[in-house]
């Protein structure tokens, strides 16, 4: 079965610092990965994804996500944050098979302060 | 165009009762999956409707079902609710099945308060 594990579960960083938020997936056959954000009483907006091909995946806001085969990971960055980046974030995990779930990690909540 | 949109966006229901949640999914889609969120679980997979048929179910009890209409809207019921099943249930629809990795669009969820 898939599982998908969010290493932490708060980070807390200083406007214009680096973030990395780490996210880490189970599965045994290939997998579509996916980051969404989530901003109070709203839904979920995708920041980016990975099918295939290039491992680094250029998304919405400045982030952009690294996929590693090897470690099975999926690990969220972002150069210079903003306090507008403030938000729940959501690894999530599907694969190839017919009738597959999206499974979602636990959430990282990423609190940017002046 | 227009987005995923959910209906109620809140509802307030007693413990027993039953409650039907709808979708509408964006144009021209086909795939729609429902996700409940709550504090302690985080977000889990409930079903996924692709062309009226479900696809694959999450692990929850009988009393959650769903259906999907010839025009891609869903709805989702919970019967005899529970205290437990409090809970912000997302929506979500894409042009083809969750594995074809097409991108997923979210509505802003239906808020079910169970008292």
């Known amino acids: 079965a898939q599982s998908v594990t969010q290493l932490d579960s708060q980070v807390p960083v200083f406007e214009e610092a680096p973030v990395e938020l780490r996210c880490n997936y189970s599965s045994s056959v290939s997998v579509y990965l996916f980051w969404y954000v989530q901003y109070p009483n709203q839904g979920l907006q995708l920041l980016l994804k990975?099918?295939?091909?290039?491992?680094l995946v250029k998304g919405i806001n400045g982030f952009e996500a690294e996929f590693n085969k090897s470690q099975t990971s999926f690990h969220l960055r972002k150069p210079s944050v903003h306090i507008s980046d403030t938000a729940e974030y959501f690894c999530?995990?599907?694969?190839?098979?017919?009738?597959?779930?999206?499974?979602f990690g636990k959430g990282t909540t990423l609190s940017v302060s002046s | 165009k227009a987005g995923v949109t959910q209906t109620p966006r809140y509802l307030i229901k007693t413990r027993g009762q039953q409650v039907t949640l709808s979708c509408s999914p964006i144009s021209g889609h086909r795939s729609v999956s429902w996700y409940q969120q709550t504090p302690g679980q985080g977000l889990q997979f409930l079903f996924e409707y692709f062309s009226e048929t479900q696809r694959n179910k999450g692990n929850f009890p009988g009393r959650f079902s769903g259906r999907q209409f010839s025009n891609s809207r869903s709805e989702m019921n919970v019967s005899t609710l529970e205290l437990g099943d409090s809970a912000l249930y997302l929506c979500?629809?894409?042009?083809?099945?969750?594995?074809?990795?097409?991108?997923?669009?979210f509505g802003e969820g239906s808020w079910l308060t169970v008292v």
């Open positions: 999530a995990v599907t694969d190839t098979r017919a009738g597959t779930a999206l499974i």
């Open positions: 979500a629809s894409s042009l083809t099945s969750l594995d074809s990795g097409n991108t997923i669009y």
């Open positions: 990975y099918l295939s091909g290039s491992t």
